[in-house]
């Protein structure tokens, strides 16, 4: 079975300017989730997403990142403008459907210089 | 509170050792606790999680240990090799109610394993 990818792997860019990663959740997986992790602390929830929809973005920066799961499979999350802060790994996890278990892509490290 | 706080931030252990890593979270509504492993450049993937209806699980090398009344857990690696160098985060997660299934981490903890 296929794990999840994610692209790019690595991104650098200047402050301001924009951004986009991709995500492939497992096959059959319903729910998928973002995470930013910056450096030295665990993962932080960014979007969850049941099939197409959005379950929860509580915690997203709607002013500047925006996510969506238009055919309920891949997801992309964008930032708009970066700022220095935005620097960190971003992952994408999926889980089946209300299960605990979740599995995550390599992530792509974001650098804004 | 949805905050999960983990300790020690590094641990370096000889070979052979036994890593103890704890966690402890405020939220009692919460009933999924996963560890996870992630080594550098990669994703963090599942190691081993228990639910508080018990208070232990063993696979393999690694065991957690959960303490229900003082909401606490902990991960133990047994004879702990060079190649568990890594960095393992606890979680917490619960399956109703806001935030559903959603993974609240601790900070991480860097484990080194020297020879």
């Known amino acids: 079975e296929a794990g999840v990818a994610q692209s790019p792997r690595y991104k650098i860019i200047e402050k301001r300017q924009s951004v986009a990663f991709w995500c492939n959740p497992i096959?059959?997986?319903?729910?998928l989730y973002w995470y930013q992790q910056i450096l030295g602390q665990g993962p932080k929830l960014l979007i969850q997403f049941q099939n197409n929809g959005v379950v929860d973005d509580s915690q997203l920066p709607k002013d500047r990142f925006s996510a969506e799961r238009l055919k309920g499979v891949d997801s992309t999350l964008k930032i708009q403008p970066a700022k220095l802060e935005d620097s960190a790994v971003y992952l994408c996890?999926?889980?089946?459907?209300?299960?605990?278990?979740?599995?995550f892509g390599p992530g792509t490290r974001l650098t804004v210089t | 509170q949805q905050q999960v706080k983990q300790s020690p931030q590094s641990l370096i252990v000889q070979k052979g050792g036994i890593s103890i890593i704890n966690c402890a979270y405020e939220?009692?509504?919460?009933?999924?606790f996963p560890w996870y492993q992630q080594f550098p450049g990669k994703g963090p993937a599942l190691l081993i999680a228990?639910?508080?209806?018990?208070s232990e699980k063993k696979e393999g090398r690694f065991t957690i240990s959960f303490n229900k009344s003082a909401k606490q857990f902990s991960l133990h690696i047994m004879d702990s090799q060079p190649g568990d160098s890594a960095t393992y985060f606890c979680a917490a997660s619960m399956g109703s109610g806001a935030g559903s299934y959603q993974l609240t981490f601790g900070k991480g903890t860097k484990l080194s394993v020297i020879p």
């Open positions: 096959s059959g997986h319903a729910t």
């Open positions: 939220n009692t509504a919460f009933d999924y």
């Open positions: 228990i639910r508080p209806d018990v």
């Open positions: 996890a999926s889980s089946s459907t209300e299960v605990y278990e979740q599995y």
